[in-house]
């Protein structure tokens, strides 16, 4: 299967302040899905982009999928941005594989 | 639209006890069903996934088994439950293969 990486792994950053995740994929994938998972351990859907660029608000990503790659960007940094950003690929029906994780810590 | 619901959302259980954590998907037909679990500190790992009815496939050994009865039901299941099965553990769905996943609520386990 393919490995996901993300870096960097924790992050610590000032409310107002801008940040850029990033996750680098093994092999070429037909899902690929950022998520939220809050301080209750809720998985939240931030966006689905296996290619291109989204937006949504203060969040944005990029996917470069002919280089493994994928960007998540948070502008403006509120404390309730606060938890774990996961990368996860895949490529069919069997699921999607998760990278660790980047814990990030908005401080007020 | 749909919706997902996994129950119970947290259970303290011995070792050595039977485990049945149910999922269901509400508002679509023949979804893909997956099981996860998260471990302290750690990432998600897939246990099992199923594209349709009695269809199960499992992605890591273990001391669990999943299961199928109807079409949006998704059961994880143990008859004997090992300190290390303790996790926090997450179904989800999907419309098919490629498509966006999403997960239920979670339930918390802890085996003492």
């Known amino acids: 299967g393919i490995q996901v990486e993300q870096s960097p792994p924790d992050l610590i950053l000032q409310e107002g302040a801008n940040s850029t995740l990033r996750c680098n994929f093994s092999?070429?994938?037909?899902?690929l899905q950022w998520f939220h998972q809050n301080p209750w351990g809720q998985l939240i859907n931030l966006f689905y982009?296996?290619?291109g660029t989204k937006q949504n608000g203060r969040l944005s990503a990029t996917t470069v999928a002919t280089e493994r790659y994928s960007l998540l960007y948070i502008s403006s940094s509120q404390t309730t941005d606060s938890g774990v950003y996961f990368c996860?690929?895949?490529?069919?029906?069997?699921?999607?594989?998760f990278g660790k994780g980047t814990h990030l810590i908005i401080q007020p | 639209s749909q919706t997902i619901h996994q129950w119970p959302a947290t259970l303290v259980q011995p070792v050595g006890s039977p485990l049945s954590l149910e999922c269901t998907v509400e508002?679509?037909?023949?979804?893909?069903l997956y099981w996860y679990r998260q471990a302290a500190g750690r990432g998600l790992q897939l246990l099992f996934y199923?594209?349709?009815?009695?269809?199960i496939s499992s992605e890591v050994p273990q001391n669990l088994s999943a299961s199928r009865p109807q079409d949006r039901q998704f059961i994880l299941s143990s008859k004997k439950l090992l300190l290390s099965d303790s996790g926090f553990y997450l179904c989800?769905?999907?419309?098919?293969?490629?498509?966006?996943?999403?997960f239920g609520e979670g339930s918390w386990l802890t085996v003492v």
């Open positions: 989800a769905w999907s419309l098919s293969s490629g498509n966006t996943i999403y």
């Open positions: 092999d070429s994938v037909n899902n």
């Open positions: 982009i296996p290619s």
């Open positions: 996860a690929g895949g490529g069919g029906a069997d699921g999607l594989t």
């Open positions: 508002g679509t037909s023949n979804p893909n």
């Open positions: 199923s594209v349709g009815i009695g269809q």
